[in-house]
């Protein structure tokens, strides 16, 4: 299984981007799908979850909340990421993800990774 994120770029603070992630019809039953990044000398954080458990339940980390979107089209197999209000501080590597149900159905964790689009934000 391989997850590609597009639609990174270098935009002004204020600016809005789109980033995209294909390869999820090849994830059977995903409990879960979601959107990290990663800073410059900074660990890897998870910005938005969508959970395919619970209706389609949208978190968004308190850093993103009111300015980022995640959304999923079941047709296109593509989870999208809206960014809107774009700051200095997101400037990171955007990496998707796909959790799924570990043997026992018991656990949802993230099995799958993109190989990350890079978000530069200039002032």
């Known amino acids: 299984v391989q997850l590609v994120e597009s639609g990174g770029g270098s935009v002004q603070a204020g600016g809005s981007l789109k980033l995209s992630c294909t390869g999820f019809g090849n994830i059977l039953r995903p409990c879960a799908m979601g959107w990290h990044r990663q800073a410059p000398g900074k660990e890897r954080e998870w910005i938005s979850i969508?959970?395919?458990?619970?209706?389609?339940?949208?978190t968004y980390a308190d850093s993103v909340k009111g300015r980022f979107t995640i959304s999923h089209d079941n047709a296109r197999n593509t989870l999208y990421l809206q960014i809107n209000g774009l700051k200095t501080e997101d400037t990171a590597v955007y990496y998707c993800?796909?959790?799924?149900?570990?043997?026992?159905?018991?656990?949802?964790?993230?099995?799958?990774w993109g190989q990350g689009t890079q978000v530069t934000v200039s002032s």
């Open positions: 993800a796909a959790s799924t149900y570990d043997l026992l159905g018991t656990k949802c964790t993230i099995t799958y």
């Open positions: 969508l959970s395919n458990d619970d209706d389609g339940t949208t």
